[in-house]
């Protein structure tokens, strides 16, 4: 498998767990109902403008699945880069809210994740 296959692969996966750690989410029953109530969970108001801020930072991985099978390698293993720093932060910076367990459990791996991102383009030399 091509490092571009690999990488692909790895945000594909990425993307699976954040669906569904999210479709988890609706199932809380607290985040729920402070959703239905108040508009708002976990200290954070869930307005137009935040969603289409979260949409477009949520975009980064969807775009990356794409563009890590069609960029060209420099600019392919730098975007790798960046992109999955960028996920890498906002991801650590999510857990330190009041986190549920299964909130707990797929960041873990989502963060593993993020860093085999990064490590596999940082180490990557051009393979065609």
């Known amino acids: 498998m091509s490092t571009k296959e690999k990488l692909s692969t790895l945000w594909m996966f ?3 767990n954040y669906i569904y750690c999210d479709l ?4 809380d029953p607290i985040m729920l109902k ?10 954070m108001e ?29 600019v392919n ?6 992109a999955g720093v960028i996920m890498l932060l906002v991801q650590l910076s999510s857990i330190f809210g009041s986190p549920t367990i299964y909130y707990i ?4 791996i ?11 383009a940082w180490k990557w030399k051009d393979d065609k």
């Not at 959703?35 to 976990?42: I, R, W």
């Open 110 to 120: 989502e963060i593993a994740t993020l860093l085999w991102i990064i490590r596999f």
């Open 14 to 16: 990425l993307l699976f």
């Open 34 to 43: 402070s959703l239905v109530t108040t508009g708002a969970s976990g200290g």
């Open 24 to 27: 988890f989410g609706i199932y």
């Open 105 to 108: 459990f797929f960041s873990i």
């Open 77 to 82: 293993r730098w975007s790798n880069i960046v």
């Open 46 to 74: 869930f307005t137009q403008s935040f969603l289409l801020g979260f949409s477009i930072l949520m975009e980064i991985p969807v775009a990356m699945f794409l563009l890590s099978r069609i960029l060209k390698y420099e």
